[in-house]
């Protein structure tokens, strides 16, 4: 059979005297250039369209009609078919003319356009042999596979298998936005191609054949891979602005942020302790969830520091480690280490399968550094190494209804500074502890009750001759019982508390005795109003609330001057631990407080919504008699002085969130007696839109600290342009962004900076560069200083230090100009 389809106004009709089994009919429709003709073509697939193309036979009869297909509604474009399917799906040619035989070659010249579920191929000519689906195109070609797209001037290529050579082709890549061009392009198949004398990079393409991106990656051959998603440069350069940075025989680099084996960017920075400093990371991908990543670091004031981590992750447990080893580092003359654990893990079909039922779990938190001065030298080593206590805790839990058991050690390292001592927690080795707590008891006739039973032992160890304590054991038993009625604009809540502790201790205390005996009984009485009205501020409705409280306590005096101090602290005096029982955290100190609280609070809420627009807060204690119960000094012996005021401190707090844009904070606490302000707290922050941050606080301890503290991320752009918004995070706020960002501490007796990080970004759209300072105290006259410089290859890689990290960790709310949201979908580039 052959036939030939000109353009025409007419319906057309093949003639039936020139087919040899059967004819067709198709209607082509006119459009502005001339009359398009599509072909269903029968070698390649079917078209079945309700009230569309019929096949008709040669005698007139109409063939049986297809079937109507169902349509369904969907909310999202389905990204890839069955295999079944995508063999079944219909291909569909169109052009100004086409001409061919029947499972020959057919041409199609003029907007010649093939088109099926996952590929677009596009060209003034195109040629399509039916037998084995080889096609040819030439003269402006577009080919769209699954959105990355290729053009050039001549194609070869396999339609089933996509396999063919495309000649200098240029391409644009839809995972990473990967843009580029080459010689020769030979595909392999669907999923991996070979480029030749090949420039890559995911800086947008300028029109013209003068493209010079501002980085790109020049290669004799890169491999496209879009199984393990990379990219594998032979001979390749890493070119910034025309000039190499990198180069290498045989490199390979993402096509998506997923996980692959290799080297990672290396990191420099220069510190003014430990000098030059160049960090050389290997990521290694063992398994879908087990990886490692190695991080040799050269420093050159010190030496090699061999750092590694390991993460795992099992559908029982997790967890991480981390460590590094300095062999005799040049300016301590001592091998340095340190390292670091986590592990979480779910033992509840063990223990089921032992004939325990219920849930149980172990929870590992291992911390060690090799000296005292760790912290000091290495103070960007993970957060946990980097503080002068690092706890080590082996915890196994088991609960299972009113049941709860745990039992674990806690132990401390403490890295002593010879200018500021501090004394070292007590290890708990080990903490056993069973808790049984029922709620909605029946009691008296009267149901509501909440009671509980804890009981816990503890074995305290440290050095006696830093603590000035003896060592001991405590056994501890808790009963508690309350109940709360509940109503609409009011609530009642009476508790009572049984604390009986029991101490053995290693050594005999100051009157001789070895062991001791402490029963202390607590009531409280809490209850609370709510009124509620409508109101109206500065033009705004709101539902303002008023909200009186009082919470009653007494707890009888126990001498407990004699007992040695294991865990007990002042708790943070505060509009929460005002209204509690013991001014003490811990067990070892129960506060003898006889005395009522007082409190009001008001807020604004949103009428629509509920959200808390503002919200003020006032209260005071008053004491019935003087709190003779105190925390020992320092040396760890009886000391301090009663509580004899009788009314505590004024404590005032408000909260204002007129906008989402801005807030402020302020808490106060006020000394009647001196009629000043012994703490005080200010903070605000603003935020008009994403990469937009500014806040600022004011802290005061009276006698001892006072302090400013400011942090933002702005773009510098808006000083001399009209201000860019852009509603969706991780896209920064487009190409030619300069931004400031960073964060100070001032402290107003040292007149000095505590610490700082500061630096600028600049957003050029397919990359971003970094510069951060950096400042952290480290005693009252030392610091470390570094600067951080990062150059980050949109879709590639970040070359240099990590200030992100930094940045994250010290700007309140500052937010990263490049982040994955949604992997991008083929229908973004259906064309």
């Known amino acids: 059979m052959s036939f030939s389809l000109n353009r025409r106004t007419d319906p057309l009709r093949s003639d039936p005297a020139c087919h040899s089994r059967r004819a067709f009919s198709f209607v082509a429709a006119p459009v502005a250039r001339g009359v398009h003709v599509l072909l269903a073509l029968l070698a390649l697939g079917t078209l079945a369209s309700p009230g569309g193309v019929r096949a008709q036979s040669g005698d007139g009869d109409e063939a049986p009609a297809a079937p109507a297909v169902g349509l369904k509604p969907s909310g999202m474009l389905q990204e890839t078919l069955p295999e079944g399917a995508r063999q079944q799906a219909p291909t569909f040619i169109s052009g100004d003319r086409i001409e061919g035989q029947t499972e020959g070659v057919t041409a199609v010249e003029g907007s010649a356009e093939l088109r099926r579920h996952d590929i677009v191929i596009r060209a003034d000519r195109l040629q399509i042999d039916q037998s084995n689906n080889e096609s040819r195109a030439t003269g402006n070609v577009l080919i769209n596979r699954d959105g990355n797209r290729f053009r050039g001037p001549d194609l070869q290529l396999n339609v089933d298998t996509f396999q063919g050579t495309f000649t200098q082709p240029t391409f644009e890549l839809l995972q990473n936005e990967g843009k580029g061009d080459a010689s020769r392009v030979d595909f392999l198949d669907k999923d991996h191609a070979n480029a030749y004398d090949a420039r890559y990079s995911t800086c947008p393409r300028t029109p013209g054949a003068d493209w010079m991106p501002d980085w790109m990656v020049r290669a004799s051959r890169i491999e496209f891979d879009n199984v393990e998603e990379i990219g594998k440069a032979t001979n390749g350069v890493l070119e910034f602005k025309g000039v190499p940075i990198l180069g290498a025989p045989y490199f390979t680099f993402p096509l998506t942020d997923a996980r ?29 969830n087990f990886d490692a990543t190695l991080y040799p670091t050269f420093m050159s004031k010190r030496g090699v520091d061999l750092g590694a981590e390991f993460r795992y992750l099992q559908p029982s447990y997790t967890g991480q480690v981390r460590g590094a080893f300095m062999p005799s580092d040049q300016l301590r003359d001592a091998d340095r280490w340190g390292y670091t654990l986590q592990h979480q893990q779910n033992l509840t079909n063990l223990t089921n399968r032992l004939g325990v039922h219920g849930a149980a779990g172990l929870y590992l938190n291992l911390n060690r550094v090799s000296d005292d001065d760790y912290w000091r030298d290495f103070p960007r080593a993970t957060s946990s190494l980097t503080t002068r206590l690092l706890a080590s805790d082996a915890v196994v839990s088991w609960g299972r209804g009113p049941w709860a058991v745990s039992a674990g050690t806690y132990s401390w ?22 808790r049984y707590s029922r709620g909605d008891t029946r009691i008296a006739g009267l149901g509501g009750w909440d009671w509980s039973v804890l009981t816990d032992f503890t074995r305290f160890e440290s050095n006696p001759l830093l603590t000035g304590q003896t060592n001991g054991s405590r056994t501890l038993s808790v009963a508690e019982i309350s109940r709360r009625w509940l109503a609409p604009g009011w609530f009642v809540k009476p508790r009572a508390q049984l604390h009986a502790t029991h101490y053995n201790f290693d050594n005999p205390l100051a009157n001789g005795a070895r062991s001791a005996t402490r029963v202390v009984p607590t009531v409280s009485l809490d209850s609370g109003l709510v009124f509620e009205r409508d109101a109206s501020y500065l033009g705004r409705s709101f539902v303002q609330t008023l909200e009186p409280r009082a919470f009653f306590t007494w707890t009888p005096f126990r001498d407990q001057s004699l007992l040695p101090n294991y865990d007990s602290a002042t708790n943070d005096f505060n509009l929460a631990s005002i209204f509690s029982e013991n001014v003490f955290g811990g067990n070892d100190r129960i506060s003898d407080t006889r005395a009522l609280t007082l409190g009001v ?20 204690r008053y004491l019935f008699r003087d709190q003779n119960v105190f925390l020992p000094n320092a040396s760890g012996l009886p000391g301090g002085d009663p509580v004899t005021e009788r009314l505590s401190d004024i404590l005032v707090a408000t909260r204002v969130q007129w906008s989402p844009r801005w807030s402020v904070d302020t808490n106060v606490q006020f000394n009647p007696s001196n009629r000043e302000s012994v703490r005080t707290t200010l903070g605000g922050r603003y935020t008009p839109g994403n990469y937009r941050v500014f806040s600022a606080a004011y802290r005061l301890q009276r006698g001892t600290s006072e302090q400013f503290d400011i942090g933002w991320q702005w773009p510098l752009n808006d000083l001399w342009s009209e201000p860019s918004y852009n509603k969706v995070p991780g896209r920064g706020l487009g190409p030619g962004q300069w931004y400031s960002v960073g964060r100070i501490n001032y402290s107003v007796p040292d007149k000095k900076v505590v610490d700082l990080v500061a630096g600028f970004e600049y957003d050029a759209g397919c990359w971003v560069g970094r510069v951060v300072l950096e400042r952290l105290q480290r005693s009252g006259a030392t610091a470390n200083q570094r600067i951080l410089f990062q150059l980050e290859f949109t879709g590639f890689s970040r070359l240099g230090s990590n200030p992100l990290r930094t940045l994250k960790e010290n700007v309140p709310r500052y937010q990263y100009l490049r982040e994955e949201i949604n992997p991008p979908s083929r229908f973004q580039q259906y064309d």
């Open 413 to 434: 390292q403490t890295l002593q500074d010879i200018d500021a001592p501090i004394t070292p927690p007590y290890d708990r080795l080990p903490s056993i502890a069973a």
């Open 601 to 620: 609070s008001s807020r604004l809420l949103d009428p629509d919504t509920g959200a808390e627009m503002v919200r003020v807060g006032v209260a005071q």
């Open 260 to 288: 692959k084996s290799g080297l990672l960017p290396p990191t420099l920075n220069i510190d003014n302790i430990s000098g030059l400093e160049f960090t050389q990371p290997y990521y290694l991908n063992l398994a879908p």
